[in-house]
C-alpha cells in the first residue's frame, strides 16, 4: 500500500494518532545492556523501578512485561474469588475488564461522565453490591479520575481502589501525582503510551507486602528472580503460589529509564498542541473537545473530540472516513468494553447498560497528539477537521 517513496510523500503520509519519540540517548541505554552480560532480570530492572518510583513519588513501584500484565497483577494481589465483583467503566480498552476476568471475578461496568468520559462516581455507587471487592478506575485521555470521591466510596464499603493509569503517567490531581491516587496504580510503556518501552507495564503500591507479591506473581510464583540467585550463588528456589512470567527484560528496563528523564519534556509539546486544537475548535459547535476538571494536571495522552450527532449530517464514521482520506490518523478510542461479543456472550451484557458511554463510543474522535509533531502537521489536522465540518456539519459557527 504506502512503499517508502510514498510514505515520503508528504501528500501521501499520514499523519498517526501516536508516535514514540526516541532520541540518540535513548538508543545509547539499550545498546549498551546489548553489549553487556544481563539481557532479561539484571540490574536495570531495579534502577528502572527506583526511577519510576522517585517520579511518581510512591514508595514502591513493580515492572512487568505490560500494562495488561500489571492491571493482572494489581488484582491477583487481592486475592479475588469466583462471585466477587470488580468495578469497571465502560468506556475502556478491554484489557481493564479482561484483568478481572483473568482473577475469576466478574466485571461489573460501570458509566463515565458526559464531559469528560471519566468512570462517575455516582455510578459507582450504585452498582455496589455485598460481593464488590474492588473499583478500578481509568485516567481516560490522561486525565485523572475523581480519586476524591471514589477513595470516598471505597472507604464507606471496604473496597480496594486501583488506578488503570496506562494513560495518564505524568498527570497530578491536586497536586498528588498519578501512582499515588490509589491503592494500586497500572502504567503501561506500551509503544503509543508516555513512558515506551515497546512492550511493559508498572504497577505503584504504598504497600511493601503487596510490591514483594507483585514481583513474585511476575516470576512463576517464584520467591527470588535470577539476579537474586545468582548474587547469593544459590540454586535452590520454591515455587509458593501459582504465577506467570511477566517480567520486563534489562533491555526495556534501560529504554523505559531513558525515556522517564525526557517524559514531562515529551508531556509540554502534547498540551501544547492540545492548547491549540482547544483553541481552534471552542467556537465550533460540531467539535466538541472533553472538559478538563479544575487542580487537574493531564497528560495528555489521547486528544479526544465529540462530534455530537445533531450537529453533523453524517455520522461520526463518515467524518472518521473523509478525515483518514485526507490523511490524518484519526482513531476511536473506544467501542464500549461490555459490548464486545465476549462479554455479551459471557456475561450476558446489552446495549442500555452504560447509556453514556455507549452514546460517547459513536460520537468520539481522537485527534493526532504526540511531542515532536510538526507545526504543519498541526496545522494540517486542524484544517482537515475545519473542511469536515464545512463540508458535513449543519453549521460551522
Ligand atoms: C494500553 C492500555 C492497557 C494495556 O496496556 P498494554 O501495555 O498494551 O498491555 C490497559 N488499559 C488501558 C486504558 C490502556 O490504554
Request: proline share 6%.
Amino acid at each position: 500500500m504506502s512503499g517508502p517513496e510514498s510514505a515520503n510523500d508528504p501528500r501521501r503520509r499520514t499523519i498517526p494518532y501516536a508516535r514514540p519519540t526516541l532520541d540518540d540517548r535513548d538508543i545509547d541505554a539499550v545498546v549498551e545492556v546489548l553489549r553487556g552480560p544481563w539481557l532479561t532480570t539484571g540490574p536495570k530492572v531495579a534502577e528502572f523501578e527506583a526511577a519510576f518510583a522517585r517520579y511518581t513519588q510512591a514508595p514502591e513501584a513493580v515492572a512487568l512485561s505490560s500494562g495488561t500484565a500489571a492491571l493482572h497483577a494489581a488484582l491477583h494481589v487481592l486475592d479475588l474469588r469466583p462471585g466477587d465483583e470488580v468495578i469497571v467503566p465502560a468506556m475502556t480498552f478491554v484489557a481493564t475488564a479482561n484483568a478481572v476476568v483473568y482473577c475469576g471475578a466478574t466485571p461489573v461496568f460501570a458509566d463515565v461522565e458526559p464531559d469528560t468520559l471519566l468512570l462517575s462516581p455516582a455510578d459507582v455507587a450504585r452498582r455496589v453490591t455485598d460481593r464488590t471487592r474492588a473499583i478500578v478506575a481509568v485516567d481516560y485521555a490522561g486525565q485523572p479520575c475523581d480519586y476524591v470521591a471514589l477513595r470516598e466510596i471505597a472507604a464507606r464499603y471496604g473496597l480496594v481502589l486501583v488506578a488503570d493509569a496506562c494513560h495518564a503517567l505524568g498527570g497530578a490531581l491536586a497536586g498528588r501525582p498519578v501512582g499515588t491516587l490509589a491503592d494500586l496504580s497500572a502504567f503501561s510503556l506500551h509503544a503509543v503510551k508516555p513512558l515506551v518501552a515497546g512492550e511493559g507495564g508498572v504497577v505503584t503500591t504504598n504497600r511493601a507486602d503487596w510490591a514483594a507479591r507483585l514481583r513474585r506473581f511476575r516470576n512463576h510464583g517464584i520467591a527470588v528472580d535470577h539476579h537474586q540467585r545468582s548474587v547469593a550463588g544459590d540454586w535452590r528456589y520454591e515455587q509458593v503460589e501459582l504465577g506467570f512470567n511477566y517480567r520486563l527484560t534489562d533491555v526495556q528496563c534501560a529504554l523505559a529509564s531513558s525515556q522517564l528523564a525526557t517524559v514531562d519534556e515529551r508531556r509540554e509539546e502534547r498540551a501544547a498542541i492540545a492548547e491549540s486544537y482547544a483553541r481552534s475548535f471552542a467556537d465550533c459547535p460540531a467539535v466538541r473537545p472533553l472538559a478538563v476538571h479544575p487542580h487537574v494536571h493531564h497528560a495528555w495522552h489521547l486528544y479526544v473530540v465529540r462530534l455530537p450527532a445533531a450537529a453533523w449530517k453524517v455520522d461520526r464514521d463518515t467524518v472518521y472516513r473523509a478525515l483518514r482520506g485526507a490523511a490524518i490518523g484519526v482513531q476511536v478510542h473506544y467501542p464500549p468494553a461490555h459490548l464486545h461479543p465476549y462479554y455479551r456472550q459471557r456475561f450476558g451484557m446489552l446495549p442500555g447498560q452504560c447509556p453514556v458511554a455507549e452514546a460517547a463510543a459513536t460520537d468520539v474522535l481522537s485527534l493526532p497528539c504526540f511531542a515532536r509533531m510538526l507545526d504543519d502537521d498541526r496545522r494540517a489536522v486542524i484544517g482537515a477537521v475545519e473542511q469536515v465540518v464545512t463540508e458535513f456539519a449543519w453549521r460551522s459557527r
